[in-house]
Nanobody, 116 residues
Framework: VQLQASGGGLVQAGGSLRLSCRTS???????????MAWYRQAPGKQRESVAI???????NYADSVKGRFTVSMDSAKITMYLQMNSLKPEDTGVYYC????????WGQGTLVTVSS
């Protein structure tokens, strides 16, 4: 399975971005049968989970992004999104999407840079 994150870019602090995640090389039902997560890896730091969405559409967020980030799926469960508002410089990093509990091979991710 290939997991492709997109939508990153350069944004000023306080701005917003929406990331998207799609799969290829696997069943179109992939998001329907797996709890999914958004991860980020800041420069010089380990990859961390920032948002989880379960197959039952329950969500959970890291404390650092709670109230600012929203994870969601489209109605067909083909695309996963991460709406990021009130961005801070510490949100800078490469963002990845993957399963929540047993990650598949990591894709390239998408770079988010937040300038102060």
């Amino acid at each position: 399975v290939q997991l492709q994150a997109s939508g990153g870019g350069l944004v000023q602090a306080g701005g917003s971005l929406r990331l998207s995640c799609r799969t290829s090389g696997t069943s179109a039902q992939f998001f329907s049968i797996n709890d999914m997560a958004w991860y980020r890896q800041a420069p010089g730091k380990q990859r961390e989970s920032v948002a989880i969405i379960t197959v039952a559409d329950r969500t959970n967020y890291a404390d650092s992004v709670k109230g600012r980030f929203t994870v969601s799926m489209d109605s067909a469960k083909i695309t996963m999104y991460l709406q990021m508002n009130s961005l801070k410089p510490e949100d800078t990093g490469v963002y990845y999407c993957n399963t929540a509990w047993r990650p598949e091979p990591w894709g390239q991710g998408t770079l988010v840079t937040v300038s102060s």
